[in-house]
């Protein structure tokens, strides 16, 4: 138990400093729960699941990263680009993933297949499915990682967050009537009877890139 509590906090530290970036701490408390909800993030992700070589770990986040701000730019101008020529409403259907076809290029250059997945979802395709989609979703809402990846089966996952950075994202995901203009409401409503994904602000945790990768 000591020996295995003693490798997570060398492993902890190894990806800490890979990612360091991604961990913001302010005051002793906060890290001192931050490091408590870290110990039991870490045990979660390495004592039930195979552990990752770190080289292919680094590998798999360096990738992971490349192709969802590949993905992430592409769908973004096209986006921007519909907004413009039509506004919001128009623009609808712009923000699916593979209508827009930039995950076919992506998933044949890269070998993997990229999906977004979200607790609060417009499209019920883009849903959690498994167990881990859950468990990590529930680490990633405390905003305790940006990104990680995990072996499952013969599998590489790369997770990764999705955050309403720009004001751009609340013309459809904001509150509607007020920030989602009525005739962009109701273009929502007829093509996503089931949205979710709505009433968020500037910079709110929005949603996770799902990338998964054959294991080598
Ligand atoms: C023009 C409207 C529009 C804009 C602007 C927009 N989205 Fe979306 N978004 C949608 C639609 C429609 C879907 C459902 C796509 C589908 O069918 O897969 C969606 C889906 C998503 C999903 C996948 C999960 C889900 O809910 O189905 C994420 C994550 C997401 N949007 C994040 C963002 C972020 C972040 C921004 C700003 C950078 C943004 N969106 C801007 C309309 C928009």
Redesign the pocket.
């Given at each position: 138990m000591k020996r295995a509590l003693q490798n997570i906090i060398t492993q902890m530290n190894h990806y800490k400093r890979v990612t360091s970036n991604t961990f913001k701490i302010n005051n002793y408390n906060e890290m001192k729960n931050r490091l408590l909800l870290l110990l039991t993030v870490f045990f979660l992700l390495f004592s039930c699941k195979k552990s990752i070589q770190p080289e292919i770990y680094i590998e798999h986040i360096e990738k992971g990263n490349n192709i969802s701000a590949l993905a992430q730019a592409a769908l973004?101008t096209n986006?921007a680009a519909?907004?413009q020529t039509g506004g919001?409403a128009y623009?609808?259907?712009?923000?699916?993933?593979?209508a827009s076809g930039i995950t076919d290029s992506l998933n044949n250059v890269f070998n993997c297949t990229i999906s977004?997945?979200?607790a609060?979802?417009?499209?019920t395709?883009?849903a959690l499915v498994s167990a881990t989609d859950k468990e990590l979703w529930a680490i990633f809402e405390k905003g305790m990682v940006a990104d990680t990846v995990v072996q499952l089966d013969e599998k590489l996952v790369f997770y990764k967050s999705?955050?309403?950075?720009?004001p751009?994202?609340l013309?459809?995901?904001g509150v509607p009537g007020t920030d989602i203009d009525s005739v962009?409401v109701q273009k929502?409503q007829t093509?996503?009877p089931s949205d979710?994904?709505t009433s968020y602000k500037l910079n709110d945790f929005?949603?996770l890139w799902k990338i998964e990768f054959s294991a080598p």
């Open positions: 973004l986006v519909a907004i919001p623009a609808v259907e712009f923000c699916n993933l593979k977004r997945i979200s609060k979802n417009r499209n395709e883009n999705i955050r309403t950075t720009m751009a994202c013309k459809c995901h962009t929502i093509l996503y979710l994904a929005r949603g």
